[in-house]
């Protein structure tokens, strides 16, 4: 039988994803989180549920441009100043596992995730979750051609796994009829039809309102120290006092190892923190806009437009670096024409709680009752209501399959 009471640690997209999906096997469910509901990486992202992009980090491409990128200042890439054991230990295993053949491989169950993604968001959006979610192309941009053979050999490799991207060539004249944004220095765009957006804020908040209403506690502000299981129930340090549940997932995005280690969770795992902020444009962003080589986003937001980027190997909770803003706007000045670049608005750091394979953690963890749901790197938006859904199935029936097998946090 399953549990009857699940506390979820961690009230980001994955942990009220989780929440929620329990609840449809009618598992009632507390929510934890230290801070603010939705205010760890799922608050600042680029909200892009892009099943064409979502694929592994770990490639031969970022090694050889991660060494040119940390050795420029300019660059989108940061280490931090200092030396720090754990993040060596990270990029020691990342750098191990950017060969062809392991993206290849992780590639293809990332294929068989991405099928689900939509039908998972749907779900929701069909059983009480008031989010908007939209339909649109994403519009990847380049000075030239040369640029462009990173992202078609990465799209070629989407294909090759499996999964269909319907995808359109366009001359610098064609983007910028598509996205009058662009500035005459755009060359070649790449239109990648069939994908959807969401404003993560509004989402997150929306789907925590639907978990309070099917009669779920969202208690914030609240740090959890510790997790154990002591005679058939599991027991969970917090700073308000004990709490005990049948079950517990573990869903603290970035802060996952801190609690997780301690439940035979060996995967190196390290924040990359990403920024946005936002700007206006002369006329409203129309698409999803990405600049592939700046290695940033962009997303409508409201009348603003929401510029996401930025992966610096840091703590998640060191202060906000304005020097990685400057660094944004700098590489995307001369792409971007009509975006008032003197009222930058919203500015806000966020740790993608990256995994050294690339592949997220989800199911069991060593300890029986303590699941595992993080590691999603940069896609967590994306796949978070199907995380919830694949571990709720498994919490509440037994039921395994491919999928989980893959996810594996003891792996
Ligand atoms: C700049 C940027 C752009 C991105 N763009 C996209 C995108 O377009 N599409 C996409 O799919 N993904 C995107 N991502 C990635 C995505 O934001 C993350 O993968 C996702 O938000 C992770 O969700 P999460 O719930 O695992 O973590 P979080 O949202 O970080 O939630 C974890 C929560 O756990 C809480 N917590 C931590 N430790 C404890 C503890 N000990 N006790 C209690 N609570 C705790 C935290 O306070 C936090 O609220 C982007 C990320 C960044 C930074």
């Known amino acids: 039988m399953g549990p009857r009471k699940v506390i979820v640690i961690g009230a980001g997209m994955v942990g009220l994803s989780c929440a929620w999906s329990l609840q449809e096997y009618g598992i009632e469910v507390e929510v934890l989180d230290k801070a603010a509901a939705g205010s760890g990486a799922s608050w600042g992202n680029a909200g892009y549920l892009a099943p064409a992009f979502t694929v ?7 090694l050889r441009y991660g060494i040119r990128a940390v050795l420029d200042r300019h660059s989108p890439v940061r280490l931090p100043p200092r030396a720090d054991p754990e993040l060596a230990r990270f ?6 596992n950017c060969t062809s053949a392991h993206w290849t491989r992780a590639m293809a169950g990332y294929r068989v995730l991405n099928e689900r993604i939509f039908e998972s968001f749907d779900a929701q959006l069909a059983d009480g979750v ?15 051609a040369a640029e462009a053979t990173g992202l078609q050999h990465e799209l070629d490799g989407v294909v090759a796994s499996g999964q269909q ?9 064609q983007a910028r009829k598509a996205e009058p944004n662009l500035s005459g220095r755009v060359g070649l765009a790449m239109r990648v039809r069939g994908q959807r957006y969401l404003d993560p804020v509004a989402y997150a908040g929306a789907l925590a309102a639907s978990v309070r209403a099917r009669g779920g506690t969202i208690t914030e502000q609240v740090p959890v120290s510790a997790v154990r299981h002591s005679a058939g129930r599991i027991r969970v ?9 049948d079950a517990v997932v573990l869903a603290s995005g970035a802060w996952l190892p801190e ?12 924040g990359g923190r990403g920024y946005s902020f936002t700007v206006a444009l002369r006329e409203p962003l129309r698409t999803p806009l990405y600049f ?5 986003a962009l997303a409508p937001r409201g009348d603003r437009v929401r510029i996401a980027g930025v992966m610096e190997f840091q703590r998640p909770d060191a202060p906000l670096d304005p020097a990685r803003i400057t660094a944004t706007v700098r590489s995307l000045r001369p792409l971007l024409a009509g975006a008032d670049w003197s009222d930058i608005r919203d500015q806000w750091v966020g740790a993608r709680p990256l995994s050294a394979d690339g592949i997220p953690l989800v199911g069991p963890s060593a300890t029986e009752g303590v699941y595992i749901a993080g590691g999603h790197g940069m896609w967590g938006v994306t796949l978070g209501p199907l995380t919830g859904r694949l571990l709720a199935e498994h919490m509440a029936t037994g039921a395994t399959g491919p999928e989980l097998d893959w996810l594996r946090p003891t792996r």
């Open 56 to 62: 592994p980090l770990p490639e031969p491409a970022i």
């Open 91 to 96: 990029l020691l295993r990342l750098s191990r």
């Open 130 to 144: 008031r989010g908007e979610v939209h339909s649109a192309d994403v519009l990847a941009a380049f000075a030239g």
């Open 165 to 173: 991207v319907d995808l359109e060539l366009l001359t610098g004249e």
């Open 237 to 245: 340090r917090c700073a308000d006092g004990g709490r005990e549940a």
């Open 259 to 270: 609690l997780a280690a301690a439940h035979g969770v060996r995967m190196p795992q390290f």
């Open 292 to 296: 592939p080589t700046a290695r940033v």
